[in-house]
């Protein structure tokens, strides 16, 4: 429910930012190929400032990454192509699964059989890739190329390095969002029955997830424009990782006190806290709703990786908490309904917070964000080490496509990351792109 500022500034009508904004176009559907390879052409100029053209012909540079989505490898391949026909080097693709890709980098970690020279990676991987020295030191132009200083604050160091050393261009900016229908909560009908059934205080978004979820209870069986009324959509189904940073949304509001950052373990003795009430609260919320049988349809055995988008985005589903990938195809991906309808916040605070140090419950209203993953990088590994050639290919090609003109781009549309740069939040921007004000005001607000 707060607008947070941006800062403002005049748009020329050839401003580059504004251009790029405008491919495609609000409204005009999903990117095509040929919007991304003009995106990455738009976006050159700093290549070009760094690399001579043809630099690298005859190099060429194995890259692995995702191909969820039909984003991340297939959306670098448009965005770099321009790339690789200025500079003359060749990028080999390795396409991984989701699901594949944990198990493909720690097969080649241990048995030290890396074949790639640049990989897509998420902060988590940095411990096993860069703590075996398998990762090659950022150079100083790249920094200056890619303009680290634009990141936001939770992704600057030590996001990115290890022992000192940066090794990483950020590409993403993961982190959990609050997700919502603005028509469910502001029905005159639901309000009325809600008053009726006993409902504590006014209809409306709740603002915590003892809220979130009475409201959820509340929904079942209930009707918005005819179709059925769902509450707050918890992803059920095993999913490695991902799934548990669903659970810390819940688990943030009551586990991490204000006085003591620290709620996953304890930094001095590395005992774990995920044993404690706070913890068995937020699993005792799911499995309240799961007794109730709120959720839609067989929810507990629903993919996991879709409930965004095959649930929230097509109608299914009052709230939900995501990655950015909501805003950013609510009204640009030809999938979603609800892009009239949606509003954004952060997530859901609680009516109660656990002290881990004294061991009790504190009745007081805690609010906490969850920075699930800490975002998508494109790093270069020490396979390139020895041939400088070779070296600076891969970490140009890395500064392309961590750009920060091209990364408003993908920041802006289905692309699988979300904003990451102080730079992103420039709202007359968007506005001048198409964007409705309020919209991108709601959506940008809820990610700052």
Same mark, same amino acid.
């Given at each position: 429910?707060?607008?947070?500022? +941006?800062p403002?500034?005049?748009?020329?009508a050839?401003d580059?930012r504004?251009?790029?904004l405008?491919i495609? #176009?609000v409204?005009?559907?999903?990117?095509? &190929?040929?919007?991304?390879?003009?995106?990455g052409?738009?976006?050159?100029g *700093?290549?070009k400032?760094?690399v001579?053209?043809g630099? !690298?012909?005859?190099?060429?540079?194995?890259?692995m990454?995702l191909?969820n989505?039909?984003?991340h490898?297939?959306?670098?391949?448009?965005?770099?192509k321009?790339?690789a026909d200025y500079?003359g080097?060749?990028?080999n693709?390795?396409d991984l699964?989701?699901?594949d890709?944990?198990?493909r980098?720690q097969?080649?970690?241990a048995?030290?059989?890396?074949d790639f020279d640049?990989?897509?990676?998420?902060? *988590? !991987?940095?411990g %096993? $890739?860069?703590?075996?020295?398998?990762a090659?030191?950022m150079?100083?132009?790249?920094? @200056?190329?890619?303009d680290?200083?634009?990141y936001?604050?939770?992704l600057?160091?030590?996001?990115?390095?290890?022992? #000192?050393?940066?090794?990483r261009?950020?590409?993403?900016?993961?982190?959990h969002?609050?997700n919502?229908?603005?028509? $469910?909560f502001?029905d +005159?009908?639901?309000?009325? =029955?809600? @008053?009726?059934s006993?409902?504590?205080g006014?209809?409306?978004?709740? @603002?915590t997830?003892?809220?979130?979820?009475a409201?959820?209870k509340f929904?079942?069986?209930?009707?918005i424009n005819g179709?059925d009324?769902?509450?707050?959509l918890? *992803?059920?189904?095993?999913?490695g990782?991902? #799934?548990?940073? !669903?659970?810390?949304n819940r688990?943030?509001?009551?586990?991490k006190?204000?006085?003591?950052?620290?709620w996953l373990f304890d930094p =001095?003795?590395? @005992?774990?806290?995920?044993n404690n009430?706070?913890?068995?609260q937020?699993i005792? %919320?799911?499995?309240?709703?799961?007794?109730?049988?709120?959720y839609?349809?067989?929810?507990?055995?629903?993919d996991?990786?879709?409930?965004a988008?095959?649930?929230?985005?097509?109608?299914?589903?009052s709230m939900?908490?995501?990655?950015?990938?909501?805003?950013?195809?609510?009204?640009?991906? &030809?999938?979603s $309904?609800v892009?009239?309808?949606?509003? !954004?916040?952060?997530? *859901?605070g609680? %009516?109660?917070?656990y002290?881990s140090?004294?061991?009790a419950?504190?009745?007081?209203?805690n609010e906490a964000?969850?920075?699930?993953?800490?975002?998508?990088?494109v790093y270069?590994t020490?396979?390139?080490?020895?041939?400088?050639?070779?070296?600076?290919?891969?970490?140009?090609?890395?500064?392309h496509?961590?750009?920060k003109d091209?990364s408003l781009?993908t920041?802006a549309?289905?692309s699988?990351?979300?904003?990451y740069r102080n730079?992103?939040f420039?709202y007359d921007e968007?506005?001048?792109?198409g964007y409705?004000? +309020?919209f $991108?005001e709601d959506?940008?607000?809820?990610?700052?």
């Open positions: 429910g707060t607008t947070v500022m +941006a403002t500034r005049a748009l020329a050839d580059l504004a251009q790029i405008a495609p #176009g409204g005009k559907g999903q990117p095509t &190929d040929a919007d991304w390879q003009k995106v052409e738009m976006c050159l *700093p290549t400032a760094n001579q053209e630099e !690298f012909k005859g190099v060429e540079l194995s890259f990454g191909n989505q039909n984003v490898n297939v959306l670098f391949r448009g965005l770099s321009a790339w500079t080097a060749t990028i693709w390795i699964a989701q699901a890709y944990n198990a980098l097969q080649s970690i048995t030290g059989t890396v640049v990989i897509e990676m998420g902060a *988590p !991987f940095e %096993d $890739v860069c703590g075996k020295g398998l090659s030191e150079p100083d132009w790249v920094k @200056k190329q890619i680290m200083d634009d936001v604050g939770y600057k160091a030590p996001v990115g390095t290890w022992d #000192g050393k940066t090794y261009v950020s590409c993403d900016g993961d982190c969002n609050f919502f229908r603005t028509d $469910v502001s +005159a009908a639901l309000a009325e =029955e809600w @008053k009726k006993g409902g504590e006014e209809w409306g978004v709740p @603002k997830w003892q809220q979130v979820n409201a959820t929904l079942k069986g209930k009707k179709q009324a769902y509450g707050y918890d *992803p059920c189904k095993g999913w990782g991902f #799934g548990f940073y !669903f659970l810390e688990a943030a509001a009551y586990a006190h204000p006085s003591d950052p620290a =001095e003795t590395m @005992k774990p806290r995920v009430p706070a913890w068995v937020a005792q %919320d799911v499995m309240d709703l799961i007794a109730a049988n709120a839609p349809a067989d929810q507990i055995n629903a996991p990786g879709t409930t988008f095959s649930q929230f985005l097509a109608g299914t589903g939900l908490t995501w990655w950015g990938d909501v805003g950013s195809m609510a009204r640009t991906s &030809d999938s $309904v892009g009239e309808v949606v509003g !954004f916040g952060i997530n *859901p609680s %009516d109660k917070v002290n140090q004294t061991g419950w504190e009745e007081t209203y964000p969850n920075m699930a993953y800490l975002g998508w990088g270069v020490s396979r390139v080490s020895g041939d400088e050639k070779k070296r600076k290919a891969a970490w140009s090609a890395a500064a496509l961590g750009g091209l781009w920041a549309y289905p699988g990351f979300q904003p730079s992103h420039q968007w506005e001048a792109a409705d004000r +309020a $991108v959506y940008l607000g809820s990610n700052a």
